[in-house]
């Protein structure tokens, strides 16, 4: 199941086993939270964590034995194990006979970063899987108007959306914004303007952001947008370093036969960056971005060796990009 269908499952019972799973954060967290919140009592007795680091072999009988102890004075004893990849073969020795007769009074809660590390858990029998992977634009900009409506600051769906694009659908930081809107913003319908003024763009969204200007030829927006960065990093190499990076990867996603998953692992971006970076190469295309990393890397090495100032590498590369070879 999606994370945002958990709290209905909760209304029906607790699961046995729980495997929240995937890049966000806060969905991660918060699936635990819920869970815990519903059905433990007395956490100081009836709780335990494991680090699934120290969980190899034989030391995957602790877990089951403190799934198969009995819960005190409560419904329901709560296990939680964090980062736990079990192999194919520890599956079947501890696990496996655990999962087809599980204790009724026990909930064990395995809380994953990553998915394709031993064995498929959430394809076994008696996992409940819930789906933590970051959501997509129109998934956390529902999530951010339902937040904010509840708490008496109705927003606009432009407002819902520049909140979501801004934090690069992370969860994390969303909640954080959203946060500061209710104790921030007026009393009044939330609109875009008020979200351009209290809420933190991403660096890497402003990046995204120039490289988008890039592709429409828009010089003023780019130049606004490095100008706002120049002054949150304190020098032009950060931007420039920025920018080769940025059209490095679109370059690699734009000649990768890989899909989102794989190019989000070999380039540690998330996946949803990697389908937005994907459409952006495309926009820019191949030649453009060829020329754009080569030049961008010489003005980072100028600047290393001090052949030039920051100032003018930087201004050397828009120029270059806009009015010159790059077009």
Same mark, same amino acid.
């Given at each position: 199941?999606?994370?945002?269908?958990?709290?209905?499952?909760?209304?029906?019972?607790?699961?046995?086993?729980?495997?929240?799973?995937?890049?966000?954060?806060?969905?991660?967290?918060?699936?635990?939270?819920?869970?815990?919140?519903?059905?433990?009592?007395?956490?100081?007795?009836?709780?335990?964590?494991? #680090? &699934? $680091? =120290?969980?190899?072999?034989? !030391?995957?009988?602790? +877990?089951?034995? /403190?799934?198969?102890?009995?819960?005190?004075?409560?419904?329901?004893?709560?296990?939680?194990?964090?980062?736990?990849?079990?192999?194919?073969?520890?599956?079947?020795?501890?696990?496996?006979?655990?999962?087809?007769?599980?204790?009724?009074?026990?909930?064990?809660?395995?809380?994953?970063?990553?998915?394709?590390?031993?064995?498929?858990?959430?394809?076994?029998?008696?996992?409940?899987?819930?789906?933590?992977?970051?959501? #997509? &634009? $129109? =998934?956390?900009?529902?999530? !951010?108007?339902?937040? +904010?409506?509840? /708490?008496?600051?109705?927003?606009?769906?432009?407002?819902?959306?520049?909140?979501?694009?801004?934090?690069?659908?992370?969860?994390?930081?969303?909640?954080?914004?959203?946060?500061?809107?209710?104790?921030?913003?007026?009393?009044?319908?939330?609109?875009?303007?008020?979200?351009?003024?209290?809420?933190?763009?991403?660096?890497?969204?402003?990046?995204?952001?120039?490289?988008?200007?890039?592709?429409?030829?828009?010089?003023?927006?780019?130049?606004?947008?490095?100008?706002?960065?120049?002054?949150?990093?304190?020098?032009?190499?950060?931007?420039?370093?920025?920018?080769?990076?940025?059209?490095?990867?679109?370059?690699?996603?734009?000649?990768?036969?890989?899909?989102?998953?794989?190019?989000?692992?070999?380039?540690?971006?998330?996946?949803?960056?990697?389908?937005?970076?994907?459409?952006?190469?495309?926009?820019?295309?191949?030649?453009?971005?060829?020329?754009?990393?080569?030049?961008?890397?010489?003005?980072?090495?100028?600047?290393?060796?001090?052949?030039?100032?920051?100032?003018?590498?930087?201004?050397?590369?828009?120029?270059?990009?806009?009015?010159?070879?790059?077009?």
């Amino acid at each position: 199941m999606k994370y945002i269908e958990l709290k209905n499952d909760i209304k029906e019972g607790a699961r046995g086993v729980y495997l929240f799973e995937g890049d966000d954060a806060y969905f991660r967290e918060n699936g635990v939270k819920q869970v815990k919140d519903a059905f433990l009592s007395m956490p100081e007795l009836n709780f335990a964590s494991f #680090d &699934g $680091e =120290t969980l190899k072999g034989g !030391a995957i009988q602790d +877990l089951v034995s /403190a799934l198969e102890s009995f819960p005190f004075m409560s419904e329901k004893r709560i296990v939680k194990v964090s980062e736990f990849y079990p192999s194919e073969s520890e599956y079947e020795k501890f696990l496996k006979p655990l999962f087809a007769d599980f204790p009724a009074s026990s909930v064990l809660l395995i809380v994953n970063s990553q998915s394709k590390k031993g064995v498929d858990l959430k394809r076994r029998g008696g996992v409940t899987y819930v789906d933590c992977n970051r959501a #997509d &634009g $129109e =998934t956390v900009a529902k999530w !951010a108007y339902i937040t +904010l409506k509840r /708490a008496g600051y109705p927003a606009d769906a432009a407002a819902c959306d520049a909140i979501a694009a801004y934090c690069l659908n992370d969860m994390a930081r969303v909640s954080v914004e959203v946060e500061k809107l209710i104790n921030y913003a007026p009393e009044k319908t939330l609109t875009r303007a008020d979200v351009d003024e209290l809420v933190y763009k991403d660096a890497d969204y402003r990046i995204y952001e120039m490289t988008n200007a890039v592709a429409r030829r828009d010089f003023d927006k780019f130049c606004e947008i490095r100008r706002d960065l120049v002054k949150k990093a304190g020098d032009e190499i950060t931007v420039i370093n920025g920018l080769f990076n940025y059209f490095k990867n679109l370059l690699s996603i734009l000649q990768s036969k890989a899909d989102d998953y794989e190019l989000s692992a070999l380039l540690k971006m998330k996946e949803y960056g990697v389908k937005k970076s994907r459409e952006q190469a495309r926009a820019i295309g191949r030649k453009k971005l060829e020329i754009y990393v080569e030049k961008l890397y010489a003005a980072a090495s100028g600047v290393k060796c001090g052949e030039i100032t920051p100032q003018s590498a930087l201004s050397g590369c828009e120029n270059y990009i806009f009015f010159g070879g790059g077009q």
